[in-house]
């Protein structure tokens, strides 16, 4: 029997992808990607104009790119693509509308001005004559597809021949069938029954009046959407001060290496991550945690690039660089996320893949029935160029990803991370949030409150922390070191996750840990444990060659905005619970103090896992990140709550930079204002398209209704995706929790 073939490993590639206007074509890249061989999943994104494909190992980026170019789209590669300017392409929309504009002014004029005001109608008429009023009109209107408008034609003329129909292609036909009937009554009138003589050279040029007009809006809300990355991109210096051989030296920010040591001035950004070597300062770091309150540094503290230093000085070794520094990790998470796609934009998807092609054939459908029952083939030729020109792709396309794309920008400010779009989603609909204890609730920089027993108890329960990363065992060690308490040496460490460490210590074996490690505590030593726990406090007992023979309680003291932040989420109708590997006492005691209700302790990690997992989808798990790394990665959402140069970033879905629990009432409320934003937009999207295109088609006319002239179709039109797009800008004013 053959052995099963190991799955080749999956890596993702970027591409960028010029030339995508709606749904329609964002659906065609991501079918054109998926038909590749070796593409796992592909994802086109409207709003960045990128996509981004799941490959096996060796599918080459350039031949995805050719893929695609041959779909009709200027694609290659993203870290080749030259830089996208959003301001370039907003002037060059602005001057293509600037020119139809000047061209159809003279055509709206002399057409609908003569309806409005039939004095100007007869004048016009009896100054130039009809049929050199149309002539004119014939020609501003030709020039206006030809040059502004000639983009629409040749994009939507390659994707008829390709049978993936777009919104170029619906302009196209509309602007065409407009003009070309248009001529036909001009030049060839004899063709064309009397009572169906009119021209419709106006609408032709408005619609591409408008539609310009309309994107050019559209590309500056993106600009202002996209400002985000590009804020938190322009926040690192491009140049440093470097110390070299007894001199400082300024270079590129790009020529600096690990070990190098930086003076930073007064005022001045921080151009890497590094390590304080001397000086005092306070650094501004609202660009990492939105807290505006400077932090002190001084020497042996971090220090992240982009943060902006206060009024002193400071020599900084160089830690972190390019990639890796936490800036860069940041503009890549949020670029990550808005280029995601939530599980609601499958619904988009679907119905966006058959919309263009349903639009083109109740267009058809229309200008039958119109020709067959309607007054006339004039009639016949507005109702469809009418149903081609409002219905709006655009719309839907951009619904859901410019949602995505500041609403993620707004969090990165907030000092919210969000790791993908999905994740979006999923924190707003959760009902239960979990709260770790330590370093969550609480401080987690817990200090020793007391020390009992034999002695020697301190001395020894620091020997054995020594070897250990946990909260508490730092705390020890840093009480042996206040006291100036020589600590032994010892060998043989051995963590035992969810009840302590064992180790050897001048030949004796040494513990260190809960209650549950032992099997049996001194009544004197347990009820003193007993007192600390309901005051909140830890208890690590320490036994040695197995009997306990000492205590040392510990207390982290609550994080100043805790019962501020349950308080808000239970506003917000959740349910909130503390999961803790402490003792039932001590849990108890700053549950009771925070307005936590529901408290499970003394879990051990495999028991923390279980209990997450049995909540499902429906809990989020706000944790430090590192120790609650499982349950984290179990829970429906997992919250990493980070410090800003240490963060967990593979442990969560979403990471807090700072360490605030009123942070995490900020991701979940601009989580639910995000899908709500994405509700209305696609409220609007579809129920747009469903009301006015039948409109369009004339439905109401028999019955006294109105019907919708192409010019006002293209008004309506451009004005839908506009409409999207500054609705979802609404979420950049989102302010959070007032601190």
């Not at 052995?3 to 970027?14: F, G, Q, R, Y």
């Not at 050199?132 to 040059?147: C, D, G, N, P, S």
């Not at 020109?389 to 920008?409: E, F, H, N």
Request: glycine share 12%; charged share 15%; proline share 5%.
């Amino acid at each position: 029997m053959s052995e099963l073939a190991e799955p080749k490993p999956v890596s993702e590639i970027t591409l960028s992808v010029e030339g995508m206007t709606c749904a329609a074509c964002t659906g065609r890249v991501e079918r054109v990607l998926r038909a590749q061989a070796g593409v796992v999943a592909a994802s086109a994104n409207l709003a960045l104009r990128r996509a981004q494909v799941q490959v096996q190992d060796g599918v080459q980026a350039q031949a995805l790119a050719a893929a695609v170019r041959g779909a009709g789209f200027a694609a290659q590669p993203l870290d080749e693509a030259a830089p996208q300017s959003p301001e370039a392409e907003e002037r060059a929309l602005w001057r293509a509308a600037a020119v139809a504009g000047m061209l159809t002014l003279p055509v709206f004029v002399t057409e609908m001005g003569g309806h409005l005001l039939p004095a100007f109608h007869h004048w016009l008429h009896a100054s130039f004559g009809m049929e050199r009023l149309w002539a004119m009109q014939f020609v501003l209107v030709t020039l206006v597809l030809a040059f502004p408008g000639r983009l629409f034609l040749t994009k939507g003329g390659l994707a008829l021949l390709r049978g993936a129909p777009d919104m170029n292609a619906l302009v196209a036909v509309g602007t065409v069938a407009a003009w070309g009937w248009s001529s036909v009554v001009l030049f060839a009138p004899a063709l064309v029954p009397e009572a169906s003589r009119a021209v419709y050279f106006e609408a032709a040029a408005v619609i591409v009046t408008l539609i310009l007009l309309g994107r050019a809006l559209e590309a500056r809300a993106r600009g202002q959407a996209g400002a985000a990355i590009a804020r938190l991109v322009g926040m690192q210096p491009k140049t440093a001060w470097v110390e070299d051989g007894g001199t400082v030296v300024e270079r590129p920010v790009a020529a600096l290496l690990p070990g190098m040591v930086v003076q930073i001035r007064p005022g001045a950004r921080l151009p890497v991550d590094g390590v304080v070597l001397a000086g005092q300062s306070a650094v501004d770091e609202a660009m990492l945690t939105g807290e505006p309150v400077p932090v002190a540094k001084g020497p042996g503290d971090a220090v992240t690039g982009g943060t902006v230093n206060g009024t002193g000085a400071l020599r900084v070794q160089v830690a972190q660089v390019g990639a890796g520094t936490v800036l860069a990790r940041i503009t890549a998470m949020v670029a990550e996320a808005q280029g995601g796609k939530l599980p609601v934009q499958a619904l988009v998807d679907r119905v966006t893949l058959w919309f263009v092609p349903v639009v083109m054939g109740i267009s058809a459908l229309s200008f039958a029935l119109w020709l067959a029952f309607g007054p006339g083939l004039a009639q016949a030729v507005a109702a469809a160029v009418a149903v081609l020109i409002i219905a709006c792709p655009c719309a839907m396309g951009l619904a859901t990803p410019v949602s995505i794309l500041v609403g993620s920008g707004r969090a990165a400010e907030l000092g919210v991370l969000f790791r993908r779009g999905a994740a979006m989603q999923k924190l707003a609909r959760v009902r239960e949030v979990a709260f770790d204890k330590t370093g969550t609730l609480t401080m987690g920089r817990p200090s020793v409150v007391e020390v009992m027993g034999a002695p020697g108890t301190l001395a020894r329960a620091a020997a054995v922390e020594a070897a250990s990363e946990h909260p508490l065992a730092q705390a020890v060690l840093a009480e042996a070191v206040r006291q100036g308490v020589a600590v032994p040496g010892a060998s043989g460490f051995a963590a035992r996750p969810g009840f302590g460490a064992v180790a050897q210590v001048g030949g004796q074996t040494v513990a260190v840990g809960a209650a549950r490690m032992f099997d049996a505590v001194p009544e004197g030593l347990a009820a003193a444990a007993a007192r600390a726990a309901t005051q909140g406090q830890s208890v690590l007992f320490v036994a040695v060659a197995g009997e306990v023979s000492g205590l040392i309680t510990v207390a982290d003291p609550l994080k100043p905005q805790a019962a501020r932040a349950v308080a808000a989420l239970q506003d917000m109708g959740l349910t909130v619970r503390m999961i803790s590997g402490d003792t039932q006492a001590a849990a108890e005691t700053v549950g009771a103090g925070i307005g936590i209700r529901r408290i499970e302790a003394g879990v051990l990690p495999e028991g923390k896992l279980e209990a997450i997992r049995d909540a499902g989808d429906g809990l989020a798990f706000v944790g430090d990140g590192i120790n609650d790394a499982p349950a984290l990665a179990a829970a429906g959402v997992g919250i990493a709550m980070g410090t800003g140069t240490d963060i967990a970033i593979e442990a969560g879905d979403v990471v807090v930079m700072r360490g605030d629990p009123l942070a995490v009432v900020d991701a979940i409320g601009l989580a639910r204002a995000t899908l709500r934003n994405i509700r209305q937009n696609l409220l609007w999207a579809f129920g747009y398209n469903a009301a006015l295109v039948p409109v369009a088609a004339g439905v109401l006319v028999p019955f006294g209704g109105p019907g919708l002239s192409p010019m006002l179709a293209a008004a309506a039109m451009a004005l839908s995706s506009v409409f999207v797009v500054s609705n979802a800008l609404r979420l950049r004013g989102y302010q959070g929790v007032r601190r």
